[in-house]
């Protein structure tokens, strides 16, 4: 298996610009997670599902963000509109289960303009 | 004003030395842990990991050692080579629940 897939790798947008990142999990996994690595705050959970449902969104900044799980192999994470305060690092993982280890994707760096 | 970034606790050992990793967790509850290893634009990867019914565990130069008395938690890397600089993180499980990332620690080696 390649392992948790994550695109783009890089994303350069401006203010007020949609933006969407993609994961395709690793074949198998039942739990899939959303994080955000900023210098400021280090690894947040933002959202994770099980069987694609989502168990926990508390992490979610905002309104402006909202995740899907459109199948058990994919999932999307949106931003709109997106802001400069947005400029992160976002790392899916995948897991067997929600108590698991974890397999991290490579990351998409977001830099909202 | 000026932002203020982590400021993660850093080590830094002499190439082939030995390192110790220390991490307090936070759930007396927690009954599964796990070691990664963050290098430079990569995301976290597993190194390790041991269960609460055991105190230590090894494995390829990594070792793990649990200390659940005092709820504290450390990865010994032996003969460190310049490819272990990265930024190490503990995380927790209880239950069924998912991971509890600590803050992190960099690992700096000096060739």
């Known amino acids: 298996d390649a392992g948790v897939i994550q695109s783009p790798r890089h994303e350069v947008t401006e203010m007020g610009q949609e933006v969407t990142l993609r994961c395709k999990l690793i074949s198998g996994h039942n739990s899939l997670f959303w994080y955000r690595q900023t210098m400021m705050r280090g690894l947040e959970l933002l959202i994770y599902?099980?069987?694609?449902?989502?168990?926990?969104d508390s992490g979610m900044p905002e309104d402006r963000f909202s995740a899907k799980m459109p199948n058990a192999s994919f999932s999307t994470l949106k931003i709109q509109p997106s802001e400069p305060r947005d400029s992160a690092v976002y790392f899916c993982a995948s897991s067997l289960m929600g108590g698991d280890i974890q397999y991290f994707g490579a990351g998409t760096r977001l830099s909202v303009l | 004003g000026e932002s203020v970034g982590l400021h993660l606790p850093t080590l830094s050992v002499q190439e082939g030395d030995n390192s110790i990793i220390n991490c307090a967790y936070s759930n007396s509850a927690s009954d599964y842990f796990i070691w990664y290893k963050q290098e430079s634009g990569k995301g976290p990867q597993f190194i390790i990991d041991i269960r609460s019914n055991m105190d230590k565990r090894q494995g390829q130069r990594v070792t793990v050692l649990l200390n659940k008395t005092v709820k504290h938690l450390s990865l010994q890397i032996a003969a460190t080579q310049p490819g272990d600089s990265a930024v190490y993180f503990c995380?927790?499980?209880?239950?069924?629940?998912?991971?509890?990332f600590g803050k992190g620690t960099r690992l700096s080696v000096i060739a």
């Open positions: 599902f099980n069987n694609n449902v989502p168990i926990d």
């Open positions: 995380a927790e499980i209880s239950g069924n629940t998912p991971l509890v």
